[in-house]
């Protein structure tokens, strides 16, 4: 059975959700764009690694470069 005080705690506990929501959303889009050249026409490019694209395919790797914090390249990044 729910008691009074712990519903008030549970709407407490939503609402503190939602801001957390709100932050990760920021955080999202700061992460989102750290890979990321925007460009004036907001459009975006990625920026690259140095290493060439871990995927493999008919046993054969990928010779793009990686997006940065990513081990594909554009491509194959999803
Ligand atoms: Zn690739």
């Not at 506990?13 to 050249?37: G, H, P, Q, T, Y």
């Amino acid at each position: 059975m729910i008691t009074r005080s712990q519903s008030k705690l549970r709407e407490e506990e939503m609402l503190k959700r939602e801001i957390n929501v709100n932050i990760d959303f920021d955080e999202a889009s700061r992460e989102w764009r750290k890979n990321k050249n925007i460009l004036k026409n907001g459009m975006y490019s990625y920026k690259k690694g140095k290493h060439n694209c871990c995927h493999i395919e008919k046993d054969k790797k990928c010779r793009k470069k990686q997006i940065i914090d990513s081990l594909y390249c554009q491509n194959h990044f999803n």
